[in-house]
């Protein structure tokens, strides 16, 4: 008997997972052009005699801002990135990544510091503030510290 290794790389949990077009809502997410998007704008429009509707979608990118647009068939399933968001206390920064205490109360490195304003608040509070707390936001194996708050 040959031997089999069960063994996994990651949770099993899916990235995404897939709604009819037509349930989709503005302000809900949706993969576009292989990138996780927030729906900004959405009209449905209708073809000819015997056409499928078709609905316009258009999304700006979670992580980077870029708008993206795609037109498809309201009957058709679209893919939506399964997102979430997490507090970490952040204890400092250690070679432009934030360090932190995980789940286990170990410390981390983590996410790479934000580039822009939010990075410059974030290296700010660090040299007021032991600890704060960041909030980060996963989609599609991608993260990013998109907040920071007092731990009270």
Not at 64 to 86: A, L, R
Request: aromatic share 6%.
């Amino acid at each position: 008997m040959e031997d089999v290794d069960f063994r996994s790389e990651n949770s099993g949990a899916s990235t995404t997972y897939p709604m009819q077009c037509s349930a989709l809502r503005k302000d809900g997410y949706v993969i576009i052009k292989d990138r996780p998007c927030k729906i900004v704008e959405m009209n449905t429009s209708m073809s000819g005699k015997h056409g499928h509707a078709k609905v316009h979608l258009v999304g700006l990118d979670i992580f980077t801002g870029e708008t993206h647009e795609d037109i498809v068939p309201s009957t058709h399933n679209m893919d939506v990135p399964s997102i979430s968001w997490k507090d970490f206390e952040v204890n400092g920064i250690k070679d432009g990544y934030l360090t932190f205490l995980d789940d286990n109360f170990d410390t981390k490195e983590g996410p790479k510091m934000p580039e822009g304003e939010l990075g410059e608040e974030i290296t700010e509070r660090a040299k007021r503030e032991n600890s704060f707390l960041v909030t980060l936001l996963e989609a599609m194996g991608e993260q990013q510290v998109i907040g920071h708050r007092s731990m009270n």
